[in-house]
């Protein structure tokens, strides 16, 4: 009995390792096959690539550093209007939220988070295009035009638009991990605090932020890494121009953008490869993001399960 236990183990583990390594195969393949679709724009250009300007097709000469602009501004500037939006949310639910509206809030939260990308992209067509054209550009052209960000003609799409896109695509992230992550924080470290005097606001920053910032920090991250990755509905309203401008109002692109849109022109074999090998990079930087992220949350969890002490800042 005991023997065809352990063999029953056995198999059982034997087949839960398989369907992990079914994971670590899929990663690897897709590294391969993209690495070796790739290699003819690696050897064609090396490091150049990263570093040209010039995207033309018609004479085979390929630089990805536009792209790569217009993927680092777009994300960046995502982050700048989701974190705050996000981890204040995320503090209200957790914290002063009552019962009923904090369960409320969540299910519209999550509800967020599933929205199809394309639906954002047909959303900001018809909503947000025209409202940045006639309002928001306007306005900050005229109030803010003396920064070189705030200068130039009011399309209405571009990377200003792309980034309010992304950024309300990402809030849904942040709010969801910064909020399991404060409510991780033990209750004798608040009620120790409200016992030495502290105001709720004084609890919140000087224990609740400070136990958990590094897990909030992983959401961020986590955010950034899907806004790296979003195609549909940047592509939809960023403008699609090969540039590299300092204004936010000019049209730009991004390296899943212009994969998305001229991977089925890509007729030669150079150009071709010169797209896959933006992909691989992509996909690269989007697994060290996601890992780093993974491992800050991972730390916040490993402290509350060991009983990490906490050292707060002064109230």
């Not at 777009?74 to 904090?102: C, D, H, K, N, Q």
């Not at 399309?155 to 896109?165: D, I």
């Amino acid at each position: 009995m005991k023997s065809r236990k352990d063999g029953g183990d056995r198999l059982f583990q034997a087949a839960m390792m398989g369907f992990a390594l079914i994971i670590v195969l899929l990663i690897v393949g897709i590294i391969t096959e993209l690495t070796r679709s790739s290699m003819l724009s690696i050897k064609h250009f090396g490091f150049s690539f990263f570093t040209g300007m010039t995207w033309d097709p018609v004479f085979e000469n390929f630089g990805a550093l536009p792209f790569i602009y217009g993927t680092l501004v777009t994300s960046l500037v995502a982050l700048l209007i989701a974190v705050p939006i996000g981890v204040g949310t995320a503090i209200y639910l957790a914290e002063y939220a009552p019962p009923f509206l904090r369960k409320s809030m969540s299910l519209l939260v999550d509800l967020l988070a599933a929205i199809p990308s394309v639906v954002y992209g047909l959303w900001a067509i018809f909503e947000l295009v025209p409202l940045m054209r006639t309002n928001i550009q306007p306005f900050l052209g005229k109030y803010l035009g003396f920064l070189p960000f705030f200068q130039g003609p009011n399309y209405g799409v571009g990377m200003l638009a792309a980034s309010l896109v992304l950024a309300i695509m990402i809030v849904p992230f942040i709010i969801s991990i910064s909020r399991e992550v404060i409510m991780t924080v033990p209750h004798v470290y608040k009620e120790a605090a409200y016992a030495l005097g502290s105001t709720r606001w004084e609890a919140v920053r000087s224990i609740i932020l400070s136990y958990g910032k590094t897990g909030i920090l992983g959401g961020v991250i986590l955010a950034l890494g899907r806004a790296i990755g979003e195609t549909m509905a940047v592509t939809m309203i960023i403008g699609n121009n090969v540039t590299i401008s300092p204004s936010l109002f000019s049209p730009g692109y991004t390296l899943a953008s212009v994969i998305a849109n001229e991977f089925t022109e890509a007729t030669g074999n150079l150009y071709l490869s010169a797209l896959i090998e933006m992909g691989l990079v992509l996909f690269i930087v989007s697994i060290i993001v996601n890992m780093i992220a993974r491992m800050l949350i991972w730390s916040v969890t490993q402290k509350q399960s060991t009983g990490t002490t906490l050292k707060p800042r002064a109230l």
